[in-house]
Nanobody, 125 residues
Framework: QGELAESGGGSVQAGGSLRLSCAAS????????MGWFRQVPGMSREVVAV???????NYADSVKDRFTISKDNAKNTLYLQMNSLKPEDTGMYYC???????????????????WGQGTQVTVSS
């Protein structure tokens, strides 16, 4: 069993909403960087949003003002609220985490050591 487990994916029509959850094991501490990445077949994994240990957030330009990343430290759970979904949001969504100090780029998948198995999001037009 891994350190991260995603849930909440599904199929939705364009304009709809979904909330993804990522339950982290006790090994993943609240000070860790945590984020969401997505991937479609044949393409590299791309960042969606990241939340830093101090609560600061970063978003890909394509999801700004539509998606919100948040974290419940008491439950050790990461969330991604996705609103106004578009067909191009379709993909496998992965939860990722990395321990501080974080010396790399928040958007770079190779900076993250811990990954979940992914949850599929499909948005139809």
């Amino acid at each position: 069993q891994g350190e991260l487990a995603e849930s909440g994916g599904g199929s939705v029509q364009a304009g709809g909403s979904l909330r993804l959850s990522c339950a982290a094991s006790s090994y993943i501490k609240s000070r860790y960087y945590m984020g969401w990445f997505r991937q479609v077949p044949g393409m590299s994994r791309e960042v969606v949003a990241v939340i830093e240990g101090d609560g600061s957030t970063n978003y890909a330009d394509s999801v700004k003002d539509r998606f919100t990343i948040s974290k419940d430290n008491a439950k050790n759970t990461l969330y991604l609220q996705m609103n106004s979904l578009k067909p191009e949001d379709t993909g496998m969504y992965y939860c990722a985490a990395e321990a501080p100090p974080f010396g790399g780029s928040w958007w770079d998948q190779y900076e993250y050591h811990y990954w979940g198995q992914g949850t599929q999001v499909t948005v139809s037009s």
